[in-house]
């Protein structure tokens, strides 16, 4: 719940630093971490690197320094990349792909997934017109799909696919715990067929900054290297790094409460006439509800003087998000939702 009263189910970025994660916080030991001398940075990434079973780890600041240095690491300008339809590296990361990176994105499959055949098609021949296809990412869960969560089969089969062929994998990991906990597959299986994988602490996990990058020694020495380029080489960064470890170590467990309210909530909204929600896509703690005829700002306006703030992902389209800061309040903001929508619907 936000200090204000309202139940904020914007985004899982919102939470706030428990009073246990704060004292972790104030009591880390630090050192500069640019010259690599912060034991608590050392820790977290040794801690990572070891969950997601990498050889190493970058802590950064941001999912999308995540992405982008990964990004940057493995491509050239003018290399084209692989990704699935509303990725965040392309969607939501203000153009840095095409910006810093000098990539461009083309879009394959449907709802958050592809298919090896999709990769096939996508693949641009060699020929010195062509720009040269270098890399696929996927999303894991998947944000603008409603916290999909690929298939593990179907996770496999891609990836096995595009390494066949020569392109290098990314995992946009930022909700990789939540792919986790949804699908019981260890983080490491899930991250096992990627070169870099970028995963956050500051979303489901409810750490209050960073992220971290985990591949091979050689991949994270030259992600490093692009980190200080960028402006992201951060000093005594155990501060914020210790909250990263007190989320992996106390809060990786509970997302599945997370998921449980995501689910009642869509429950709750498919029974709405005015509302659609497919709940059986409700995988994690993502729901996406359309409001067809009822503009998503009038939800929203109307649903935060209810006390409940949302987020609008298309013209009729919002997105709820559960997680650590609304776990005994969000069902109830799901009610309030529920009703605001019907009355909506009703005089639209
Ligand atoms: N997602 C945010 C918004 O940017 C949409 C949210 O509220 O969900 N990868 C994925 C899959 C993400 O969902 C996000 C953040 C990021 C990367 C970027 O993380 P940050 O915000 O730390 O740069």
């Known amino acids: ?61 941001s999912g999308t320094m995540g992405n982008q240095v990964s990004l940057l690491a493995q491509t050239r300008r003018g290399d084209e990349i692989l990704v699935s ?52 990412a996927l999303e894991n869960t998947h944000n603008r799909a409603g916290g999909r969560v690929w298939p593990m089969a179907q996770l496999l089969e891609v990836t096995a696919f595009a390494r066949a062929r020569g392109l290098a994998l990314h995992l946009d990991g930022a909700r990789i715990w939540n792919a986790s906990v949804a699908a019981g597959v260890a983080p490491k299986d899930i991250a096992a067929p990627f070169d870099s994988v970028s995963v956050c602490f500051s979303k489901g996990l409810g750490a209050p900054v960073g992220s971290a990058i985990c591949g091979s020694r050689d991949l994270i020495r030259a992600c490093r290297r692009l980190r200080k380029m960028l402006g992201g080489g951060m000093r005594q960064a155990g501060v914020i790094a210790a909250g990263a470890i007190y989320a992996l170590e106390h809060h990786r467990d509970r997302l599945a409460r997370d998921h449980d309210n995501a689910r009642a909530i869509a429950k709750r909204l498919a029974a709405v006439e005015g509302a659609r929600v497919d709940e059986g896509s409700v995988e994690s703690n993502i729901v996406m509800l359309d409001t067809p005829g009822v503009a998503a700002e009038r939800v929203i306006e109307a649903a935060r003087a209810a006390g409940v703030l949302v987020s609008a992902f298309g013209p009729e389209r919002i997105r709820i998000v559960t997680h650590l800061d609304v776990q005994d309040t969000a069902v109830r903001g799901g009610e309030v939702l529920a009703d605001v929508v019907a009355k909506l619907a009703k005089r639209a």
């Open 1 to 61: 719940m936000a200090d204000s009263g309202l139940i904020d189910l914007r985004s899982d970025t919102v939470t706030r630093p428990t009073p246990a994660m704060r004292q972790a916080m104030a009591s880390a030991e630090v050192g500069d971490d640019v010259f690599g001398e912060d034991p608590t940075v050392c820790r977290l990434e040794e801690t990572v690197a070891a969950l997601l079973g990498k050889e190493a780890a970058l802590f950064v600041s």
């Open 85 to 136: 339809e509303g990725a965040h590296c392309a969607w939501y990361e203000a153009g840095a792909a095409a910006a810093i990176g000098g990539v461009q994105a083309v879009v394959i499959g449907k709802g958050g997934l592809f298919t090896s055949a999709d990769i096939e098609q996508a693949i641009k021949p060699q020929a010195d017109w062509y720009p040269r296809t270098s890399l696929v």
